[in-house]
């Protein structure tokens, strides 16, 4: 025998085949070592092969070795898309030995290479079918530029096995095309341009074991198109734009047919009828389609099927015996991303021998642990969130580990947001509340403006308790957070915490539009008399306040309008959208997000540039020229650094908000740092920009420092006669004069402008 055929033979469609069947009967022999070995660890842990220490669900399969004897990373592939490893090699001639290099075909093309009696003409732009010896046995035209097979033009090359066809022009093929061709296990026609088939065309490859017609326009197929594939064992049509399958049976002409790929089709209905004569059908891919309904006995003839994939249909609804008669042969079912209404306690009742089951992309709100249990094989299953996998614990591998803001054993899985999360909290609090206290002790040259200062302090620091909270929730489920997490995302605390961080958010929003619009009245229109007095301002306030909570509040009141509002996630913070959440609850977080506060983002960033230019082409009298130039390239710097912390602070926000509505996916990583570090950003400078950078209020701190080392040095000194006589006669200590620069900036600290 030819090394080469040694070398490929292993890829034989009968054993692969028995390599599944292999597969399940070692399958059912672990079953019952396997129920020993987990007999010994308690619910939701499993042993480190034959040692007695047992490890959790969360670190079974997480890529790092926590077992001594690293049976934790042991059989943790699911063979999911294991036959595409195998469909690699049949793309490509096996590689020969490098001392095999004789040929024995008699005629070939000078272009084409020869090794024994396989030849292969690879993008060497032929037009047709070159002329070859009768004795070939495998042949490679790709990539050329072949349109039309006419009829017999394989006819002498009786002994071909192997026929690679693909990435050609291929538009038409005659009916009698491949006649003569009764040895032809494998044929390729892969991305090619056939529209059609015509009823007879295979009529002589009753040996074909492999039909590859992937990426083809074929609308639609004749229910004859198969005629005489009586050993076709594997069929690959995906990409084909097919519409439909014939009726009444599909494997009517293909009794033998094992394995049947339709991939990313337009396939629309699928029953009892079309699949009826496909007894022999072991895995059956049918991924992105557009299937809606699956009849409930639709599989009701596959009894040897043991991979289905419905993964990215639009299945809406399965019946509650739709797999009942694949009990006791299906290993692996993926129904992922579709937009299923319901999953019943009882769909997988009966499928005690699946060991691997996907579903992502689904929402289960009735989710509930005895829906899983009767898989007592189940190794591998998919969830939308990881928050499900706890009701999953007899499963070693659960997936996802994390949402990219919690993880299996915390709310937050990065210990730098475990740390930063309390600092930004400690930093917004203290900042806050710094800032009311010497609000409140310092005399204000502007009272109104000083009360509406201090409430945004009061509003911001609203930021930091969540925070806060958030901490600690995260320090209360460390270890065990995969337990909790649909229950603290469902509970009043975190529709709590998730109001005040919206609360927070909105009347600090509100408040910063309504100071921005004060002070653009009074610097671009200094004599319009529109200053608001006492009583306006206190109405001003009092509005925004209420209008805040109501914007809090608004999702709380329905919960079958809203859904969860405040609980899609661990920080209970309405940020990301998903195709799960309520339209009433993704259109009003819209309308905040990027209605309200978009508005008032472009709002105070046009009011500061024309409170710039305002004052830059009018300016102030000042002694000199110097003086004025010092003062324009400080209020510059202010305005400057108020406007850029508003846009460091919302314009991230809103480009995750769009991405989201765009469905564009968001690593759940970005979401949490955009909460931690992005959100809290205003709340925490807030202080700063208005308050601690103002001459005044510097002003006014020095002067109180001072006035307390001069009581200090009073104290300090009256038990001298001569210091005190020295003390009287000093009508005030030098260090109680403000500077040169102090005393200007507080001429234009005077000024209404500048408050």
């Not at 590689?95 to 004789?102: E, G, L, R």
């Not at 007899?394 to 990219?404: E, I, Q």
């Not at 009360?451 to 969540?466: E, F, N, P, S, T």
């Given at each position: ?9 292993w890829?034989?469609?009968?054993l ?78 096996p ?8 040929c ?91 529209s ?15 039909l ?31 519409q ?5 049976s ?71 015996t ?52 009767p ?11 990881f ?6 614990p ?11 803001i ?31 206290g ?78 921005t ?30 209008m ?50 978009l ?47 508003d ?7 809103f480009?995750?908000?769009i991405?989201?509505?765009l ?5 759940g ?18 202080p ?48 109680c ?19």
């Open positions: 025998m030819r090394a080469g055929k040694l070398q490929s033979s890829m034989d469609v009968p692969i085949i028995f390599f599944i069947h292999l597969t399940q009967t070692q399958v059912k022999v672990l079953e019952a070592s396997k129920v020993e070995e987990e007999a010994r660890c308690p619910l939701g842990q499993f042993p480190c092969g034959n040692m007695s220490e047992c490890l959790p669900q969360a670190l079974q399969c997480n890529g790092h070795t926590d077992c001594p004897n690293g049976a934790d990373e042991w059989r943790c592939g699911d063979n999911v898309g294991w036959a595409d490893l195998i469909g690699e090699t049949l793309w490509n001639r590689a020969m030995p490098h001392f095999v290099n004789d024995f075909l008699q005629e070939y093309p000078e272009i084409c290479i020869c090794i024994q009696t396989d030849i292969e003409c690879v993008e060497v732009n032929l037009l047709g079918v070159p002329p070859l010896s009768a004795n070939v046995t495998w042949l490679s035209l790709k990539s050329n530029k072949i349109q039309v097979l006419s009829d017999f033009v394989f006819s002498k090359y009786t002994s071909l096995e192997r026929l690679f066809l693909q990435n050609n022009s291929l538009q038409l093929i005659s009916k009698h095309a491949f006649s003569g061709l009764y040895n032809l296990k494998r044929l390729f026609l892969s991305e090619n341009l056939i059609s088939l015509t009823p007879g065309v295979f009529g002589d490859l009753n040996q074909l074991k492999w590859m017609l992937d990426h083809n326009p074929l609308r639609s197929l004749s229910q004859d198109a198969f005629i005489g594939l009586d050993s076709l064992m594997y069929l690959s049509m995906v990409h084909t734009s097919l439909q399958l014939p009726h009444p599909f494997c009517q002409h293909m009794p033998a047919l094992d394995w049947l790929d339709l991939e990313g089709n337009q396939i629309q209905t699928l029953n009892y009828s079309i699949l009826k004569t496909c007894g022999k059908l072991e895995v059956l891919l049918l991924m992105d389609n557009r299937i809606k309904t699956v009849p409930e006995n639709t599989f009701q003839s596959l009894w040897k099927l043991a991979e289905l994939n419905l993964s990215s249909n639009r299945i809406r609804e399965l019946p509650k739709t797999f009942k008669n694949l009990a006791k042969s299906l290993l692996k079912l993926n129904i992922s991303h579709n937009p299923l209404l319901h999953i019943y306690p009882s769909h997988f009742n009966h499928l005690t021998h699946l060991q691997s089951l996907a579903l992502e992309g689904i929402e289960i709100p009735n989710i509930q642990t005895k829906m899983f249990l898989m007592m094989n189940l190794s591998y299953i998919y969830f939308k969130t928050q499900y996998c706890s009701y999953a007899h499963v070693r591998s659960c997936k996802p580990n994390t949402d990219g919690s993880s299996f054993e915390d709310l937050l899985a990065n210990i730098v947001l475990r740390v930063s999360v309390w600092v930004m909290a400690f930093i917004t609090c203290f900042g806050n509340l710094l800032v009311i010497m609000r409140s002790l310092i005399r204000a040259e502007n009272n109104l403006h000083a009360a509406c200062i201090k409430v945004l302090c009061c509003a911001d620091c609203l930021m930091g308790v969540y925070l806060f909270f958030v901490g600690v929730v995260d320090v209360k489920f460390r270890g065990q957070y995969n337990r909790n997490a649909l229950l603290w995302m469902e509970s009043v605390e975190c529709r709590t915490i998730g109001f005040l961080a919206m609360l927070s958010t909105e009347v600090s929003v509100l408040l910063l539009t309504y100071l619009l004060e002070k653009f009245l009074v610097i671009v229109f200094p004599f319009s008399n529109l200053r608001p007095g006492k009583l306006q301002t206190g109405v001003v306030v009092s509005s925004i306040w209420l805040g909570f109501i914007i809090a509040a608004v999702p709380l009141m329905n919960e079958e309008v809203f859904g969860n509002y405040y609980g899609r996630n661990g920080v209970c913070f309405p940020l990301h959208s998903d195709m799960q959440e309520k339209p009433t609850a993704r259109r009003y977080s819209t309308g905040i997000f990027l209605g309200l506060n508005v008032a983002f472009l709002v105070i960033v046009f009011s500061y540039s024309s409170m710039f230019y305002s004052i830059y082409k009018t300016g102030i009298n000042a002694t000199d020229l110097r003086s004025r130039l010092h003062r324009d390239v400080a209020v510059a710097n202010r305005f400057f650094f108020i406007v850029f912390s846009a460091l602070c919302w314009i991230p926000i480009l995750v908000k991405l989201s509505l469905e564009v996916e968001i690593p990583t970005i979401s949490s740092w955009v909460v931690i570090f992005i959100l809290p950003i205003n709340s925490a400078l807030n700063i920009l208005y308050t601690l950078t103002t001459s005044f209020f510097r002003e006014q701190v020095e002067v109180l420092l001072c006035q307390w080392q001069r009581r200090h040095t009073l104290k300090k000194d009256r038990k001298s006669l001569t210091s005190s006589t020295i003390f009287m006669e000093t009508p005030r200590a030098p260090c004069q403000p500077p040169a620069y102090l005393q200007q900036a507080s001429m234009i600290s005077a000024d209404p402008r500048y408050a």
